[in-house]
Nanobody, 122 residues
Framework: QVQLVESGGGLVQAGGSLRLSCAASGRTFSSEAMGWFRQVPGKERQFVAAITWRGGNTRYADSVKGRFAISRDNAKNTVYLQMNSLKREDTAVYYC???????????????WGQGTQVTVSS
C-alpha cells in the first residue's frame, strides 16, 4: 500500500501562484510514477502532470504546459506541483496519484490522495 497526502491548496487570485505537495509513504518503491490530476464537480478527473522517481521524466497536459512544473524530492518521498499564472479555469480539486507508468490515464494509477482544493478568483 502507498499512502498519499496532498497539501498546499487554497485561494489565489488569477495570475498568482501556488505550490502543491504530495507526501508519499508505505511501499513507495512499487510505484515508479507520480501524477497530479484535477476534477471539478460534474466532470471527469483529468490529467495535469506526472513524473518518474528515477530519472525525473515528465509529462504535462497541454492546458498547463509552460505554466505548471512538476518536480520530486526522492529523499523526502515528496512530489510538488508548482502552478504559475493561474487562471480561473484551473479551479478544481487536485489529486496526487501513484502508479507504475508515466501515463495520463486515470485508471492506470493505483493509489490516490484525498485531494486539495485550489480556487482561482478573478
Amino acid at each position: 500500500q502507498v499512502q498519499l497526502v496532498e497539501s498546499g491548496g487554497g485561494l489565489v487570485q488569477a495570475g498568482g501562484s501556488l505550490r502543491l505537495s504530495c507526501a508519499a509513504s508505505g511501499r513507495t518503491f512499487s510505484s515508479e510514477a507520480m501524477g497530479w490530476f484535477r476534477q471539478v464537480p460534474g466532470k471527469e478527473r483529468q490529467f495535469v502532470a506526472a513524473i518518474t522517481w528515477r530519472g525525473g521524466n515528465t509529462r504535462y497536459a497541454d492546458s498547463v504546459k509552460g505554466r505548471f512544473a512538476i518536480s520530486r524530492d526522492n529523499a523526502k518521498n515528496t512530489v510538488y506541483l508548482q502552478m504559475n499564472s493561474l487562471k480561473r479555469e484551473d479551479t478544481a480539486v487536485y489529486y496526487c496519484a501513484a502508479g507504475e507508468y508515466l501515463v495520463v490515464t486515470t485508471s492506470l494509477y493505483d493509489y490516490w490522495g484525498q485531494g486539495t482544493q485550489v480556487t482561482v478568483s478573478s
